[in-house]
């Protein structure tokens, strides 16, 4: 049976439809995903994303631990900031895709629901003696507030401003209706928007889905968190990234840090050194829908396949991101099977949606 997050009551309340993701039974849709979607780009939608794995990691040998098994460069990070980062295995595939936060004395990963397992056995078979790998998933809870009116909403509950906490920035708020025993409120999500992502106590998820709730924020489920994070073309796992995929493959090589050791570093030198064998290229269709599997076209060759693929209610068109053999430029026409015909798209540059920065939304510094 699969897991249920500690909101799984309020959602069957909102007569949300389920479906099994990564092991967990998930609201995909309350209302309608392109009414969810338009509602983050718009004001603000909530998610419940308490399905993802949140570990500590503390101890003296914390941050050469992750300094290993990361990519991103642990002891430049400051307590207080967030770090986007991947577990590569040792043929520099990704094993999964990360945010690190570094606090006073330890680190908070969260890591995908699906991969959690995996990214557990992952760290302890690298473990040092030194070390404390603590899952704390099951007593905290997960929810994102996203949308250009994420700040002004969120501000009627928090004692702090807001507004000092820039994007990849996160604070131990203090809340003025309750206090969590555990409590973290980032500037962080996976929409392409402004928003906040806050980590508490599973007994006081309630409590903010209410409130949040009586401030009229629309519930969004996983339909509309994928719609959103394929218009802004972030990656997902076992999509864009994957065991068998490179950072480098998938256009990530930003957040490589080349000048340490880390896992996976030598075949990833390779990779680089190589000529490049895919590409991932993003697309808009003049017509149809894409999804996952689609097989591309240049003329009457096949050129790749679909990674993801949707309809976007921001551009009212069916978008994809596709890996292909050969790199084209923006402009280029290409085809896409959809139901047995060959339907025309066009590549263009990523991503599909990038949000307008509004001022008071905390800097963009990460």
Known sequence: MPNRTPLYVEHQQL????VEFGGWEMPIQYTSIVEEHNAVRQRAGMFDTSHMGVVVIAGADAENFLNRLTLADIPLIIPGQAKYSM???????????LIIYRRERD???VINAGNTPKDLAWMKKHKTKNLAIDYISPGV????????????I???FVEDDLKSVGYFRFIKPEYKYFKPKFSMLARTGYTGEDGFEMIMSVDEAKRIWDLLAAAKVR???LGARDTLRLEACMPLHGH????SISPIEAGLGGVIHWDKDFIGKTELLKIKQAKPKTFLTALIMDSGIPRTGCRVFCGNKEAGKVTSGTYSPTLKKGIALAYTGSQYKPGDSLGIEIHGQVKTATVTDRPFYKRNKRQGQGSSTK
Do not use: H, W, Y
């Not at 577990?87 to 895709?97: A, M, P, S, Y």
């Open 107 to 109: 680190f908070v990963l």
């Open 154 to 156: 969120l501000q009627t």
């Open 240 to 243: 864009e990234i994957s065991d």
């Open 141 to 152: 809870c997960m929810i994102a507030l996203q949308g250009p009116e994420a700040q002004l």
């Open 87 to 97: 577990f590569l295995n040792e043929k520099g595939g990704v094993i999964d895709d």
């Open 219 to 221: 519930p969004c489920g």
């Open 15 to 18: 007569k949300a439809r389920f």
